[in-house]
């Protein structure tokens, strides 16, 4: 059974840190692209940031230079870093395993069940 389980959300004044973990199960992690997304109410998933196979990241232009995506393949865990948070960085985050391409664009095909961050002003 493939489980991606996401931890770390919360509550933080703007300005501060937090960091994401996301565990995964039942896949072979350390072959897979990951990537991290957000979502608010009302609008679409939004990719935060993205790390390939072969170490190559990309990150929104909103979270350059604050968010750090990582992995520790020993563990089958995924991070985000996130510092210097902002009101707007309020959303769901959710971790992403095995990027492939399709007519409609790249998708993932495991996904976490999200977690809340939300950061006051």
């Known amino acids: 059974q493939v489980q991606l389980v996401e931890s770390g959300g919360g509550l933080v004044q703007n300005g501060g840190s937090l960091r994401l973990s996301c565990a995964a199960s039942g896949i072979p992690f350390s072959i897979y692209s990951i990537a991290w997304y957000r979502q608010v109410p009302g609008k679409q998933r939004e990719l935060v940031a993205a790390l390939d196979r072969g170490g190559i990241t990309n990150y929104a232009d909103s979270v350059k230079g604050r968010f750090t995506i990582s992995r520790d393949n020993n563990k089958n865990t995924m991070y985000l870093q996130m510092n210097s948070l902002k009101p707007e960085d309020t959303a769901v985050y959710y971790c992403?395993?095995?990027?492939?391409?399709?007519?409609?664009?790249?998708?993932?095909?495991?996904w976490g069940q999200g977690t809340q961050v939300t950061v006051s002003s």
């Open positions: 992403a395993a095995n990027r492939r391409l399709t007519a409609s664009g790249p998708t993932y095909d495991y």
